[in-house]
């Protein structure tokens, strides 16, 4: 189990569970046990702590003793004598106390049991002439614990801890090889789960090497650079003092997590290592998961780890560990139907939102509560609740927490369908889950240590988990729960969770738009009101206390030192929100059962937002093309030049080709319209319209109609067979730029801000008449539109204008749906992924983006090292033409770079390509012409 990890250089019966929390271990030495006299003496280590002594008997039979110094009276030296030979006895230390903790009597893990009662102890150290020095430690942090205010008590004991530090320094004879070379070193300390360890860090040019101070658990920790997978800086305590080192690629529990006492120092190290990984590993952001995810190469538990970890939650600090949703609503039925709706949680709402009387409740307190006034009580996410779920395999961690005690009973997980109900009905209980609930180990619903955890009211010892009845043990408990999480329903749902907790309706203003669960009901709740009567909207941070958010409060701001350590102590304690990762609603996972429903509406609808394909395609058809276009895309990267054609004076800017691919049209900036035999490989008519660039072109489904674009605002249409201009279309006010069509709709896009559709049927077209094309809608734009297209339905239009800016319109109400600035420049291209789902568009600032058409998130940016000036995609993998003239295969999924395919002298400019994705034709500035096939 994860969790457990942060265990596991633990050596020997003492732990650093044992410290109070923010309690620092400082040193350790061999002593002996002298309080009682006898022939023999308990040998053990003694431990000088911030707050308290701890000996710990190397006899396990033997309790570890540990003394508050807050509870001591006098600390001294007993006084030495001597023998008749004149040699001093050793000395010893004597503590005279009030009260003593005995931890892990007969080696059990239990419950601390404290002896409150007047009590000398005295050790002998086996280094006994250090005795003097140790007792001016304890004296000195004596008087630290017995300052009246809390503040100032930790003000002296930090000053203490960094005075160590700054005496000492790492033991470069720890290094590996000798001709490591150091980076920088500096004082931080270890974190894990209730645990800070003081110590020095040291980068090198091959390791990461973290000393404790105290020499526990082990004299030096190592880490090899070569081995580090990822690396995070962290918010430790909301201040950005966190950095933690992965040496795996999917485990969410770390190899190690520091906090730094200054943040340059931990920008310092981050960068260097980061540096470091650049040529070994591939930065991954939550859009790069987020297509991973919904293109179905994430899992749903995958993808909620890897929010989670960007979203700064850490196995290594409960107060800000990864959390997952409730996604079973049914605890009480023989069998679980996962094919019933109803047998799982409304994802769309928060756990406090999920029961309509207790919302009425919290709303009405809501109401009635001062500034700064907050919608829940408690999170759904903290230290205890954490360890609720998992004391039965990590119990110290819980005595730590609640001071050596166990929680009653009663209030222990007892029962998973207990603890939902609760969680439903309860007044100040919204917890959700943590990772194990979707895991593969279930030691944590098990009392595998035979801890005695007490009796409750009904007098039933608390022992195993009870778990629904429709689970026959707890690993079909664990396999359910997984299943239930990957199932159909929560992956087309769990989208919607993600906006709650990571995403846009988190906070803000953005709640407010989208009206989430909470909000929904509480506008139910206020409509009646007079509008000078109607509190502010429960959104952004009312929705909990501000203390959980990040940037809610800035604790170094705070000079009264009692006020801040409250203020630290609630943080923890409470819990803490994650980062918010996304700002705009996050989008939905593509299923099985969307795409049917998507294709089903594409059929019955012509105006449906998300279609592949047209409604007269055959289906066996289509799934034998939409094989081939999956193996030709495999093997895309051994596309290979079959003839290279130079028939153009200037740059080529479009290309068509007719249905049987006999016959290739290709426009130029020199403004002419060629046409080229494929059969005959020989340039067979030219054309020109004007003398200004035509600047794209395109073929009507008849396979007799060439439609040109040109720079002098006019749109030219050629007929082939009868070799000449047919028509021409006056429409714009500066140059058009693309040209697309569907359905007997022409679209016209224009460096004049605007997009224009016109009623263009090619009958219309083949008449010997003068053609009328009547205006249907007029789209304006923020700027100049330099590239158009449309999804293969036709019922979506994407524009990319001059300002860096997307817009996606339907194309049967003519009404925009979304509008992303996501380019720094013009955006050269843009393309309709073949499910219609995502818009890639590639600019003059060198990105290409995928852009969710239902959303308008911007899921993936890769930045490339030249301009990508025209491209063709399958949704994951895209064949673009660069500015140097190259082919470039790109890996969407991974943002990397398959492969580099030399092509043309100069830019690439156009690009066409089959329906089975089997032949390509490029056009550069070059003025070349390339036909390319696929080799085996």
Known sequence: ????????????????????????????????????????????????????????????????????????????????????????????????????????????????????????????????????????????????????????????????????????????????????????????????????????????????????????????????????????????????????????????????????????????????????????????????????????????????????????????????????????ADYTSAELDMTNPSSFRDLSKPIGALNQERLDRLLARYYGMPEPRFMYGSHYSSPGYVLFYLMRVAPEHMLCLQNGRYDHADRMFNSVAETWKNCLEGATDFKELVPEFYGSDPSFLENKLNLDLGRKQSGSLVGDVILPPWASDVSDFLQKNSMALESEFVSEHLHEWIDLVFGFKQRGTAAEAAQNGKLRWYHLWISHLPVESKPTLVCGLAVFHPLTYEGGIDCDSIDDPDERIAMLTQILEFGQTPTQLFTSPHPQRITSKLQTITRSSSINSPNSDFSPVSANEDSSFEDLTEESRKMAWGNMGNLTAVTKHKIHKEAVTGIAVTRDGSAVFSTSQDSTLKMFSKEMREFQRSMSFSNMALSSCLMLADGKTVVCSSWDNNVYFYSIPFGRRQDTLMGHDDAVSAVCWFNDQLYTASWDSTVKVWKCSPESLSSHKRSQFPLLAELEHDAGVNTAGLNPSGSLLATGCKDGSISIWDTGSFGGLQQVHCH?????????????????????????????????????????????????????????????????????????????????????????????????ITGGEDRQTIFWKMDS
């Open 1 to 328: 189990m994860a969790f457990l990890k942060t265990q596991e250089r633990a050596k020997g019966r003492f732990s650093l569970l044992m410290l109070d929390l923010e309690e620092y271990f400082f040193e350790q030495h061999t002593a002996y046990d002298v309080t009682v006299r006898s022939p023999r003496k308990s040998r053990g280590s003694f431990k000088v702590c911030s707050r308290s002594i701890i000996f710990d008997p190397e006899d396990c039979t033997e309790p570890i003793i540990k003394i508050p110094f807050r509870d001591c009276q006098k600390i001294e030296i007993l006084e030495k004598d001597r023998n008749p030979f004149h040699e001093p006895k050793p000395s010893s230390i004597s503590i005279l106390c009030g009260q003593v903790i005995y931890i892990k009597e007969s080696n059990v893990i239990a419950p601390y049991r404290i002896e409150r009662t007047t009590k000398k102890l005295v050790f002998q150290l086996e280094i006994w002439n250090k005795t003097e020095d140790i007792v001016q430690t304890l004296l000195q942090l004596h008087r630290a614990s017995c300052l009246e205010k809390l503040g100032d008590q930790t003000a002296m004991i930090e000053a203490n801890l960094q005075s160590r530090l700054a005496r000492t320094a790492f033991d470069k004879y720890c290094f590996q090889s000798v001709a490591e070379k150091p980076h920088m070193e500096c004082a931080v300390e270890m974190v894990s789960p209730l645990v800070s360890n003081p110590g020095h860090v040291c980068v090198t040019n091959e390791n990461l090497y973290f000393q404790p101070l105290s020499g526990y658990p082990d004299k030096v920790i190592r880490i090899k650079l070569s081995r580090v997978r990822r690396i995070y800086k962290r918010r430790h305590g909301l201040r950005p003092l966190g950095l933690e080192v992965f040496c795996s690629e999917n485990d969410f529990c770390s190899d190690i997590y520091l906090k730094f006492y200054s943040t340059t120092d931990r920008d310092d190290i981050y960068y260097y290592i980061a540096t470091f990984l650049e040529n070994h590993v591939t930065e991954q952001t939550a859009e790069s998961f987020m297509l991973l995810w919904q293109r179905g190469l994430l899992s749903n538990y995958q993808y909620l780890l890897h929010l989670n970890n960007l979203a700064d939650r850490s196995c290594n600090d409960l107060s800000q560990y990864p959390v997952f949703p409730w996604v079973i």
């Open 824 to 920: 720094s420049g013009t955006i050269l291209h843009l393309s309709f992924s073949p499910d219609s789902r995502n818009v890639l568009s590639v600019g003059e600032d060198c990105c290409m983006k995928v852009t969710d058409v239902q959303t308008g998130m911007v899921m993936s940016s890769v930045k490339a090292a030249e301009e990508q000036r025209c491209f063709c995609w399958d949704g994951s993998t895209v064949l673009c033409g660069g500015q140097s003239g190259d082919l470039l295969l790109w890996d969407l999924l991974s943002n990397t770079l398959i492969k580099r395919i030399p092509a043309h002298s100069g830019p690439v400019t156009s690009m066409w390509m089959n329906e089975l994705c089997t032949s390509v």
